[in-house]
């Protein structure tokens, strides 16, 4: 069974850009699972897994997708410093940006580093799914709560919503 049930995630993905190839990587392994997971020190929730596995990373159909803040979805490269890669980003988000310690940064926005959709892993449901949240860099790390977890969040998109976050912290 999917987490991603009545979701159609082949709609998500630009794949016809040259500049989206460099946010997609090969099929995804369980070294590659467990090497990031050492690298972020959380555990990969298991709807993000099953997105990495239909397709690991890449950019948005902003074509399709115009309301989107969503640009991208960090996939896991061959190599943990692989450009564009969800360990790569992570070391420049929380270390460069001083994005905080909540979870992992997964979803890049259009305003190019200054907002970030993370999983939080600081509230987890009962199946170990991280609620989303969008991080505002600008505004002191400021947390807008986005979706219950990340099925919910790339319906969302899918449906192409202005997504408005309630602003939690």
Not at 133 to 143: K, Q
Request: contains cysteine; charged residues 30%.
């Amino acid at each position: 069974m999917s987490l991603f049930d009545g979701i159609n995630l082949s709609l998500l993905f630009d794949n016809e850009s040259e500049y989206g190839e460099s946010y997609t990587f090969g099929p995804l392994t369980d070294e590659m699972i467990e090497r990031a997971e050492k690298k972020t020190g959380y555990k990969l929730p298991a709807s993000y897994i099953e997105l990495l596995r239909f397709q690991n990373g890449g950019l948005i159909d902003d074509e399709r997708l115009e309301n989107s803040w969503l640009t991208a979805v960090y996939g896991i490269g061959e190599t943990a410093d692989q450009s564009n890669s969800l360990e790569d980003m992570y070391d420049n988000w929380r270390y460069e940006w001083e994005y905080p310690d909540i979870g992992i940064p997964f979803g890049e926005t259009q305003s190019g580093g200054h907002d970030m959709y993370y999983m939080d892993f600081r509230s987890v449901d009962e199946k170990g799914e991280p609620r989303i949240v969008c991080i505002e860099n600008e505004d002191d790390n400021a947390v807008y709560y986005i979706a219950h977890d990340l099925p919910e969040f790339i319906g969302m998109i899918l449906r192409d919503e202005e997504i408005h976050g309630e602003r939690i912290e």
